[in-house]
């Protein structure tokens, strides 16, 4: 599997403190290519003696469908040159290909950038995410193609995964083609200055990305990377309402909130089969488990750690881990949900036992500045974060997230287990 940074992208967000994505800087894995590349189904030929090249035999292996018949892509044009970091440089109105009409630029992000696009062919608008030329992000975007096409190819609909309509390769950048989407829930929470949804949108939103894990979960594919910023409202659309004064003036503040409640997955360029060799860290920061943080290996249960995570999110506008280092996480994990259990203390592997003493977390003797302490402290228990920012379901809420927030990874809740809680049958 393929490991790429997003500290660029995770710097794109604005936080009270820094949010990194990753502990190590991955290695740049140099993948051999064969730059004449044919495709077959969706399974690439590659030039012997990649690096990656049994990972990506293995990962084809499991999606027989696509390697029936050959067909062959022709030549892109001539490629211009990239900006200094691999990224397609482009200007508004020019094309894509002649079939796409390149409009705006939609975001950007370690991978590349995401263009808003008109299709020709079918006279709709669409997103193209337009990869970086260097290797080991085509490389990625590979995996994600067959990743996607496999989704699509077992949907019979109500997925909530974002659908793939194309994909090319375009002046040596691998272009894949989607719907057009709305903003993901994180831009809607900063665009709105973090005012925290309704318990009854978050339950909306909760059921749809449980569905879309069970899906995933189903298929023995594991995501990895759920966080706010992949789930994208369907519709741009929102209700502007009044919100509360404030105490200094009459000066009434509004909040926002998105007309459908319906979402999308996106973002499977880390996804990957539970059977597959598993990279030592994996998830954006703050919704990490910690399983992945004591080097006790992950499978499944790491997704449901990442949407209890969210959950917490989006009703209180705030991250619920906001922080950067190890040990300040396992310090915050604990202040939130309790001790960790010593059985997982002792199984930690070696880069991981410096955060304790005598089987217990090293903290705060540990930390690594006052201010560091002090993030730890102004958390409360789960129960009582809850209660600050939900009034109705909040014990069902609450219990769910407990759930969701179990150290013991074959404690936790599973997709399927946790749509069946009474936060999501019996709503109050």
């Not at 691998?174 to 005012?195: H, M």
Request: with cysteine; hydrophobic share 35%; aromatic share 8%.
């Amino acid at each position: 599997m393929v490991t790429i940074e997003l500290e660029e992208m995770e710097r794109q967000r604005t936080r009270k403190r820094p949010r990194l994505a990753w502990d190590v800087t991955p290695a740049e894995a140099e993948v051999g290519l064969d730059l004449c590349e044919v495709e077959l189904g969706l399974g690439f030929r590659r030039a012997p003696g990649g690096i990656h090249e049994r990972q990506y035999k293995a990962r084809a292996a499991r999606l027989p469908t696509f390697t029936k018949g050959t067909l062959v892509r022709p030549a892109s044009p001539p490629w211009r040159e990239d900006d200094r970091e691999g990224h397609y440089v482009f200007n508004l109105g020019e094309n894509l290909t002649p079939r796409y009409k390149i409009l705006s630029k939609m975001g950007e992000g370690t991978f590349g950038r995401v263009l808003e696009c008109w299709d020709r062919q079918t006279r709709e608008y669409v997103a193209i995410k337009v990869v970086r030329s260097l290797r080991k992000y085509r490389e990625a975007a590979k995996i994600e193609i067959d990743v996607l096409q496999h989704l699509a190819k077992n949907d019979r609909g109500g997925s909530c995964c974002v659908q793939i309509r194309d994909w090319f390769d375009y002046r040596n950048h691998i272009c894949i083609v989607f719907e057009r989407l709305g903003p993901s829930l994180f831009d809607f929470l900063r665009r709105n200055k973090y005012c925290p949804f309704p318990v009854d949108l978050v339950r909306e939103f909760g059921r749809q990305l449980l569905e879309s894990v069970a899906y995933m979960h189903d298929l023995r594919l594991i995501h990895t990377d759920l966080k706010p910023e992949n789930v994208l409202l369907v519709s741009s659309e929102y209700v502007k309402l009044p919100g509360y004064k404030k105490n200094s003036s009459d000066e009434v503040n509004f909040r926002c909130l998105p007309k459908s409640s319906a979402i999308k997955l996106i973002d499977f360029g880390s996804t990957t089969f539970d059977n597959q060799d598993h990279s030592s860290i994996v998830s954006t920061r703050h919704y990490r488990a910690p399983e992945v943080i004591l080097g006790l290996g992950w499978t499944y249960p790491c997704d449901l750690w990442s949407i209890g995570c969210i959950l917490v999110e989006l009703c209180s506008g705030e991250a619920l881990f906001q922080t950067h280092e190890n040990l300040e996480h396992l310090a915050m994990m604990e202040r939130v949900l309790g001790p960790l259990p010593e059985h997982m203390i002792r199984k930690a592997n070696r880069g991981a036992e410096k955060y304790f003493r005598r089987a217990r977390l090293n903290w705060p003797e540990g930390a690594v500045s006052r201010e560091s302490i002090r993030a730890v402290k102004k958390l409360d228990r789960l129960k009582n974060l809850v209660s600050q920012h939900v009034e109705s379901s909040s014990a069902s809420l609450t219990d769910l997230l407990h759930g969701l927030l179990k150290f013991e990874p074959s404690e936790r809740l599973t997709a399927r287990e946790a749509l069946n809680h009474p936060f999501f049958r019996n709503p109050t």
